[in-house]
């Protein structure tokens, strides 16, 4: 195409070779002291454009191959836009209102952006986010079953299955140290659910099977035993809420947060486009007109 000219690409040294012959030209030009690359009717694409396209350190296949693909997208761009100027009639071609559109909206949201960034108070205290918690149980429904439990694999040992099953009945801290204590001697390996929410899947992920969310042992509070491979699984629930629930305040905590900064947010920009407007009027610099009265 004689209207689309890349002159030859080296794919040696670069920039060294492009500042100096990385093509030829077919005629003399004046360039204004730059370094032409690619031509797409009377649009030409300069070294000098690439700016820090090309890394220092770079090697010069990789250099030349950055820069080559670089020109292969400008070209394809400025065809497609030569293209669309030959294609588009004089009102497709108006594109002034969409653009004056887009950057109005784009300075609003970045002037609310920058508001926001002012003056929202992302602080957040537990009194507030419990009251939440408290005034919107009927939207934090559990999908899933979750449980407060301690797992344990132990060897297939009758003694140690004792002991450890009685340890994690404990009832106070000297108990649970007394276990952990045990666990550190004869455990395989341990798993302390006791403090924080999880799902029942997650907590049964060391076990050798899933246990069913209809496990008479969950709602007691029991231990869940089973076996494989020389070892014995013990899961001890201490507390459990099944799917349909409400979900408990921890596992809520952080979601209530979020959505009370952005409450905070939405009033922010609400109460300042209220302000802007009221303050418009009253300055008169908003007016409105009945068009049947300025005919």
Excluded at 8 to 19: D, H, K, Q, R
Excluded at 75 to 84: D, G
Excluded at 87 to 98: A, F, I, W, Y
Excluded at 262 to 288: C, H, M, P, Q, Y
């Amino acid at each position: 195409m004689k209207n689309f000219v890349i002159k030859n690409i080296c794919t040696f040294a670069m920039p060294a070779l492009i500042s100096s012959a990385l093509f030829s030209c077919s005629q003399p030009e004046n360039f204004q002291g730059k370094t032409p690359l690619a031509k797409v009717y009377d649009s030409y694409l300069y070294y000098e454009d690439l700016g820090d396209l090309v890394p220092k350190g770079s090697s010069a296949q990789d250099s030349a191959a950055k820069v080559k693909s670089y020109i292969d997208v400008w070209a394809k761009q400025q065809l497609m836009i030569k293209k669309a100027e030959i294609n588009l009639s004089p009102e497709q071609k108006d594109v002034q209102k969409q653009l004056d559109e887009y950057r109005n909206n784009l300075l609003i949201y970045k002037y609310k952006d920058a508001y926001i960034a002012q003056n929202l108070d992302t602080s957040v205290t537990k009194a507030q986010t419990k009251e939440y918690y408290d005034t919107h149980q009927d939207d934090m429904i559990l999908n899933s079953a979750v449980v407060k439990a301690i797992f344990v694999q132990i060897p297939d040992n009758q003694d140690i299955i004792k002991t450890t099953k009685k340890l994690l009945e404990y009832r106070n801290d000297e108990d649970s140290l007394a276990l952990t204590d045990f666990c550190k001697t004869k455990a395989v390996k341990t798993e302390n659910f006791n403090f924080k929410w999880v799902t029942l899947t997650q907590a049964c992920k060391f076990m050798p099977e899933m246990i069913s969310e209809k496990n008479d042992i969950l709602k007691t509070h029991g231990i869940i035993t089973a076996k494989g491979d020389d070892f014995v699984y013990l899961l001890k629930i201490k507390d459990f809420i099944p799917a349909g629930g409400i979900t408990p305040y921890d596992l809520e905590e952080k979601t209530i947060s979020r959505i009370l900064i952005n409450k905070r947010k939405t009033k922010l920009i609400t109460d300042l486009e209220t302000n802007i407007f009221t303050d418009a009027v009253s300055r008169g610099n908003l007016e409105f007109f009945n068009p049947q009265t300025t005919k």
